[in-house]
């Protein structure tokens, strides 16, 4: 199983940006899907996710609003559009799938991700 997350890099304040992850090996449908960010010297934290069937979404509440994350189960891609970006966005984002018995309520827990990408950096200056 291989995550390939694309669409990075560096954007001013206010900016918009859309994150690609694509999978190969393992199709989307009946797992979660998340992406999560690691900013320098921090943990890793969630950022947001879509439950097994696609329905439902969670998000941090420091990108509610501002973030959306969706997924084609054709193309096995899933995606976050970042809008509003603001210096503290910056991060390197990767994008992971869940184990098959995750549900909602588990959905921020990393733990609960049998998969990740290898990350895409999104710089935001000021």
């Known amino acids: 199983v291989q995550l390939q997350a694309s669409g990075g890099g560096l954007v001013q304040a206010g900016d918009s940006l859309r994150l690609s992850c694509a999978a190969s090996g393992l199709a989307f449908s009946g797992r979660a899907t998340a992406w999560f960010r690691q900013a320098p010297g921090k943990e890793r934290e969630f950022v947001g996710g879509?439950?097994?069937?696609?329905?439902?979404?969670g998000y941090a509440d420091s990108v509610g609003g501002r973030f959306t994350i969706s997924r084609n189960t054709a193309k096995n891609t899933m995606y976050l559009q970042m809008n509003s970006l603001k210096p503290e966005d910056t991060a390197v984002y990767y994008c992971a799938i869940a184990r098959r018995s995750t549900i909602l309520s588990m959905i921020r827990i990393p733990d609960q991700y049998e998969y990740w990408g290898q990350g895409t950096e999104v710089t935001v200056s000021s």
């Open positions: 879509l439950t097994r069937g696609g329905q439902n979404t």
